[in-house]
């Protein structure tokens, strides 16, 4: 239900070639960065290892944006997730003042696009960290490294073909875990389902109520506010928008999303029901009087708890401190679980269910933020994906296709209930793993 703060990974695409009946031209000259510009790469070594002068290597507006503090605190995470600083491996420029560099770390290594003003003193306006690439050298690599891990894991690549999944390598693919926002699979699935019926269609309007919502981009919108499906699925699933979230699951109908459990082969659906939003999530949590009553009841004393005190309870009631601070709550009881293998079938039947043109929005709305490094993002004609996380909790699901055509699952999850998990780590695992799984 959180976000990796510092990965922002970005789709490479690539275009097709055309048959060439004329020479082609002549390759265009590499691109010469800016001495200036070297200068400030330069820098970057003692800066991204807190040491350096801030200050002076950063344009105000950056500074404005990314404090002193917040930056410090970025590097505290690269280096739980990637190890310590190793080197500054390659710089490719893009103009003479902006470009891409490859950074070691000691577990990972860094795709970083940095920008340099043109102007004055050339400070750095740009940086950002487009993803981690783990150093594992082969598949068997990276399962060691993610057996390795504290707490529990669980891994699964599978083939999809015409009949069941073949699982190619598996990890635990049958205990269930926390998956945190993977949750939003499921309701995206029964969108699909509705407007393959002729139910619904992708451009039917919302209208916002007014309704407290959680944290997103409808959070702060005025009552009669019109929405498209299409839209709050976009955004449910590229930023995992709770908001979103939550207007779509009651727009759709809890009951309908509940009936897709097992439809999509989860193996447990009654562990799922009643299957909560997540501001019912973030209440139950933290408010320790409702989160016990709830957990004593059966399942119709669930709903009625759902609907009447829990409904009735304002989201200012909700402990946000308690999320921040990094201790897993309730991942073990109050949470959305499916097994790794559960996840492998939910996105064959996605795939499944919008072949052809009607299933192009769909395809859209999970392609949209394809969670891997742009290195492994382009190894692979499509690549759909949705992850969550929380305190304790990473989970992450590729939906693949090959440049041949194959189609594959690639699913991994991290659970620990005594400390949270190195997220960085594990994404950097996961994008290893979509690198190393592409044909050659």
């Excluded at 055309?18 to 265009?28: D, F, G, N, R, V």
């Amino acid at each position: 239900m959180r976000a990796i703060a510092f990965l922002a990974p970005l789709l490479a695409c690539a275009t097709p070639g055309l048959a060439q009946t004329t020479p082609p031209a002549p390759a265009a000259a590499p691109v010469q960065a800016a001495k200036e510009f070297r200068d400030r790469v330069n820098q970057l070594p003692d800066l991204l290892q807190g040491k350096g002068d801030y200050d002076a290597a950063f344009a105000d507006a950056f500074r404005a944006q990314v404090p002193k503090a917040k930056f410090d605190a970025v590097l505290q995470q690269i280096a739980a997730a990637a190890g310590p600083y190793s080197d500054l491996q390659k710089l490719e420029a893009k103009t003479p003042w902006s470009g891409t560099l490859t950074v070691e770390y000691r577990d990972a290594i860094a795709t970083v696009a940095i920008d340099v003003h043109p102007a004055g003193d050339h400070r750095i306006t740009g940086l950002l960290v487009q993803g981690l690439t783990a150093r594992e050298a082969t598949l068997d690599a990276v399962e060691a490294t993610l057996k390795g891990l504290h707490g529990r894991t669980g891994y699964v690549l599978a083939r999809l073909g015409d009949g069941r999944p073949q699982l190619l390598r598996q990890h635990n693919a049958d205990q269930a875990f926390a998956i945190g926002s993977e949750f939003k699979l499921v309701i995206l699935a029964e969108l699909i389902r509705a407007t393959n019926g002729g139910e619904r269609r992708w451009d039917d309007l919302v209208t916002l109520d007014g309704s407290a919502l959680p944290g997103g981009g409808y959070t702060a919108k005025p009552a009669g506010t019109k929405v498209t499906l299409r839209e709050l699925a976009t955004q449910m699933i590229s930023i995992s928008d709770n908001s979103a979230t939550d207007i779509l699951l009651k727009t759709l109908g809890r009951e309908k999303v509940e009936a897709m459990l097992p439809v999509l082969g989860i193996a447990d659906p009654a562990r799922n029901r009643p299957f909560l939003g997540t501001a019912e999530v973030f209440k139950l949590k933290t408010i320790p009087a409702l989160r016990d009553r709830y957990l004593v009841a059966d399942e119709a004393g669930r709903r009625a708890l759902l609907a009447g005190e829990v409904a009735a309870t304002p989201l200012s009631k909700v402990d946000v401190g308690l999320f921040s601070a990094g201790k897993p709550l309730s991942i073990d009881t109050l949470e959305w679980f499916e097994t790794p293998a559960d996840l492998v079938r939910v996105m064959d039947w996605i795939r499944r269910n919008t072949e052809g043109p009607r299933g192009a929005d769909a395809r859209a709305v999970l392609s949209k933020n394809p969670g891997i490094p742009p290195l492994a993002a382009a190894k692979w004609g499509y690549v759909g994906y949705k992850g969550g996380s929380e305190p304790g909790v990473m989970a992450m699901t590729l939906l693949l296709q090959g440049k041949d055509g194959g189609w594959y699952v690639l699913s991994a999850s991290w659970n620990d209930t005594a400390q949270d998990v190195e997220q960085g780590r594990f994404a950097g695992l996961v994008g290893k793993a979509a690198e190393l799984a592409a044909a050659p």
